[in-house]
């Protein structure tokens, strides 16, 4: 499912909002200022930390005290409690072109596939791009001088393709961990006289948790004795089946070296782009993402953006995360200067301020100083939470997260020494059963904690555990990037257990009620408009603001539910203890006599079954 899209407007497809009747009076509130920790939330909450962390975690995200949640996900997490939060900081929105989303359906054409070209070492990857860059530049401009600037499109009988100029899967998983998805279309190189390797698997699993098809090119079929069937044959154990035998899989077979069957690998892309049903608004302020970026003596900062909606415009007031400027140049891989880019079209423009990172989402605000003030006050926040060594959670991980509402789902990626035991840890793990939950094996191999494998734990939230193996350095640096900390084993007994403490941890918990204290009626006010409020006396224990109730009368229960207000005097408290008088009205219940005894319960959680 996609993550909800945040707009102004109303959203095109849900029911307009039933009429409420307001806000409730005992609705509180909570003002934040942009972000708030998890710690600082549940203060305001009048919870304890573990609690939000719990929800969080419900929810299929692990969290700290630390962590920085925004707006939207503080009121998502805080409507649980009854209370309402108020942002009372800067918001983007101000800044923001509003699009409705009517509006925007109502301008959608088609636009050009996005490619990456991933696989094993070798397989050829570089040697495609570059054939096909050279093969297949667009129509009148051959003969210009090529040059990198991170993407570039090709044309097959006029329809253009974009083709991502980094191979593998580093720099895919990367902007997936910064929350970009650029690529439509998976090209996964195979050299046939290779077949599949480590990385062609990492790809694989690589693409599929992201979602996007895989078409694949067997590459080197000009060497002497090669059969691409035989790799037909490996990728059906990875559901890569080919439509001649029943899937739905596009297999081309192609020579990057000699330029066999480009033109079959580019029109099986067309292909697939076709099913994909690719549209995008062209007539709109455009918006995009940064591919790569890099400082060019004498002319400063540039940037490649790939153009995702809209038109981008020479002279459009950008901002680039937390970099901006006016476009001054445009220029596309062929270094032709352009005036206008849409959807799909890579380009690479100047006129920045300061380099933006990969991955960063650019938008086209209306004034230079808009442009401005969202790039510093983005910085500042950036700067804020990197010094709290926090990374914050947007309300979309959370949603992506409870997509799958019915079944709680953890994602792991298993790294062992040797196969034996990797298959021998996949399979006990895949045994475990813990009611509610769904062990998901995202990527399981052989081999040190790489780089990547942090990245795919990144992106989908999860465990990362090795079973004697190490942490390679590049892999640490990203761990702690991405706040993601890699576990490492040396028995296979400890792995399940964790394994199992976290699904057990991930299941709604199961509450019993717990007596807290009783508290004796003394004399009932009626109070016109507000109710019954019951004058009384706590004999035992606590009363506390957040208790379930029951109205015992002669012994019997007579209603069972929410206290509405519990006061001292004129003051609304949390908890009264024995030997104390109070106010306490009931949430929807007025019956209430002199002489009632309310018996007052706390919800107190029983662990998960682990089986
Ligand atoms: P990458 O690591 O996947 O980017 O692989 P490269 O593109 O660098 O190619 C690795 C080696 O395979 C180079 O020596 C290429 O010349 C060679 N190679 C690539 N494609 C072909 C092909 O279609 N046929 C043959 N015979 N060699 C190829």
Same mark, same amino acid.
């Given at each position: 499912m996609q993550p909800p899209i945040r707009r102004k407007g109303r959203r095109k497809g849900l029911p307009p909002k039933a009429s409420s009747p307001g806000p409730k009076a005992s609705k509180r509130k909570i003002r934040v200022d942009g972000l708030i920790s998890v710690g600082q939330l549940a203060h305001e909450l009048g919870v304890k930390a573990p609690v939000i962390i719990r929800k969080l975690m419900e929810l299929g995200t692990m969290a700290t005290v630390n962590e920085l949640l925004d707006v939207e996900t503080a009121a998502f997490i805080a409507s649980d409690?009854? /209370?309402? *939060? @108020?942002?009372? &900081?800067?918001?983007?929105?101000?800044?923001?072109?509003?699009?409705?989303a009517e509006e925007e359906e109502v301008g959608l054409t088609g636009r050009p596939p996005v490619v990456t070209i991933m696989g094993h070492v070798d397989h050829g990857k570089t040697t495609l791009l570059d054939a096909l860059r050279s093969a297949?530049?667009?129509?009148?401009?051959?003969?210009?001088?090529?040059?990198?600037?991170?993407? /570039?499109? *090709? @044309?097959?009988? &006029?329809?253009?393709i974009t083709f991502i100029d980094t191979p593998g899967h580093a720099a895919f998983t990367e902007m997936r961990a910064r929350g970009a998805s650029v690529t439509d279309i998976v090209v996964l190189v195979v050299a046939a006289d290779d077949g599949v390797q480590a990385q062609t698997i990492e790809a694989i699993n690589h693409a599929k948790s992201a979602g996007v098809p895989i078409v694949v090119a067997v590459n080197k079929i000009d060497r002497p004795g090669v059969n691409p069937d035989t790799i037909k044959h490996r990728l059906g154990e990875y559901e890569l089946v080919p439509e001649e035998w029943g899937g739905s899989t596009m297999f081309v077979a192609v020579s990057a070296l000699k330029r066999i069957g480009l033109d079959d690998l580019l029109e099986q892309i067309l292909l697939q782009a076709e099913v994909l049903e690719l549209r995008a608004n062209a007539e709109r302020f455009a918006e995009g993402?940064?591919?790569?970026?890099?400082?060019?003596?004498?002319?400063?900062?540039?940037?490649?953006?790939?153009?995702?909606?809209?038109?981008?415009?020479?002279?459009?007031?950008?901002?680039?995360?937390?970099?901006?400027?006016?476009?001054?140049?445009?220029?596309?891989h062929r270094g032709a200067k352009l005036k206008t880019a849409g959807p799909s079209m890579p380009v690479e423009l100047s006129g920045l301020t300061a380099l933006p990172l990969t991955g960063d989402r650019m938008v086209v605000v209306k004034?230079?100083?808009?442009?401005?003030?969202?790039?510093?006050?983005?910085a500042t926040e950036a700067r804020e939470a990197g010094l709290k060594g926090t990374r914050r959670r947007n309300v979309e991980d959370l949603f992506a997260m409870a997509a799958n509402?019915?079944?709680?789902i953890l994602h792991v990626v298993i790294k062992a020494d040797v196969g034996g035991s990797l298959e021998a840890l996949r399979g006990a793990l895949e045994a475990i059963h813990v009611e509610g939950t769904e062990l998901r094996v995202l990527h399981a191999a052989v081999g040190d904690i790489s780089e990547s494998d942090?990245?795919?734990?990144?992106?989908?939230?999860?465990?990362?555990?090795?079973?004697?193996?190490?942490?390679?350095?590049?892999?640490k640096i990203a761990a702690e990037a991405n706040s993601v900390a890699p576990e490492t084993y040396r028995i296979i007994y400890d792995v399940l257990d964790r394994v199992k403490f976290v699904l057990s941890k991930m299941v709604d918990p199961t509450y019993e009620d717990v007596l807290q204290g009783t508290a004796e009626v003394r004399k009932v006010f009626l109070i016109s408009k507000v109710g019954a409020i019951a004058g009384c006396f706590v004999?035992?224990?606590?009363?506390s603001r957040n208790n379930s109730v029951r109205l015992v009368r002669n012994n019997v229960v007579l209603w069972e539910g929410k206290l509405a207000t519990l006061k001292r005097f004129k003051d609304d408290v949390r908890e009264v203890t024995s030997g104390y008088e109070c106010g306490i009205r009931l949430d929807g219940f007025d019956g209430i006599e002199d002489g009632d005894v309310l018996e007052c319960f706390a919800r107190q959680e029983v662990a998960g079954a682990v089986g």
């Open positions: 409690f009854e /209370y309402e *939060v @108020e942002n009372v &900081g800067f918001t983007e929105d101000q800044f923001l072109q509003a699009v409705d297949n530049v667009a129509s009148g401009e051959a003969g210009g001088i090529t040059q990198h600037i991170g993407a /570039y499109q *090709v @044309e097959l009988r &006029g329809q253009p993402i940064v591919i790569e970026a890099r400082q060019v003596k004498g002319i400063g900062p540039v940037a490649t953006v790939l153009v995702q909606k809209g038109t981008l415009n020479r002279g459009d007031n950008v901002v680039l995360g937390a970099a901006y400027g006016k476009v001054r140049t445009m220029t596309d004034t230079e100083k808009d442009a401005r003030t969202l790039a510093e006050h983005r509402s019915d079944k709680k942090v990245g795919l734990v990144a992106v989908n939230n999860g465990l990362l555990l090795g079973f004697n193996v190490k942490v390679d350095p590049r892999a004999k035992e224990g606590k009363v």
